[in-house]
């Protein structure tokens, strides 16, 4: 049963499927992997082979419609990434920190939760930030 039943090259698919079109991210309620793509047969082998739920978000032509698969569920999610995380290449920190997550106490939990948020930002969105604070944060409260 799985993961057994998965082989090491759907594992590497999965992980590229991952770093091409997917994300890690964190809520309220923990965290979530998803993959979106308009290539429903490819998201409907990851919901067979991976559990998660699959949606569709319809679309008016000439927009092709988006499939998206999500999976929340700690054990299914935590055994995933784990099987998955050796053949990441772009998001290996989102990995490594949802992991952290999900293996953490509860106190541990809101800190992490926050770096992974961190961790999601791009390095060009980062350094806009941070210009911007620059620029805008220094003049006092009502001035300008």
Do not use: C
Not at 62 to 76: A, Y
């Amino acid at each position: 049963m799985f993961p057994h039943d998965v082989s090491q090259t759907d594992w590497a698919y999965l992980a590229g499927l991952i770093d091409g079109e997917g994300s890690i991210y964190a809520t309220k309620e923990g965290i979530v992997l998803s993959v979106t793509m308009t290539s429903q047969p490819v998201i409907a082998w990851l919901g067979l082979h991976f559990r998660g739920k699959v949606y569709a978000s319809r679309r008016n032509p000439p927009r092709r419609d988006v499939w998206s698969w999500r999976l929340m569920r700690g054990t299914d999610l935590l055994a995933v990434l784990e099987h998955a995380r050796p053949f990441m290449r772009v998001r290996g920190q989102q990995a490594d920190l949802a992991l952290e997550y999900l293996r953490a106490r509860r106190s541990d939990k809101p800190r992490i939760r926050e770096q992974l948020r961190g961790a999601n930002v791009s390095p060009a969105r980062r350094a806009a930030r941070v210009e911007r604070r620059a620029t805008h944060g220094t003049a006092p409260k009502g001035a300008g």
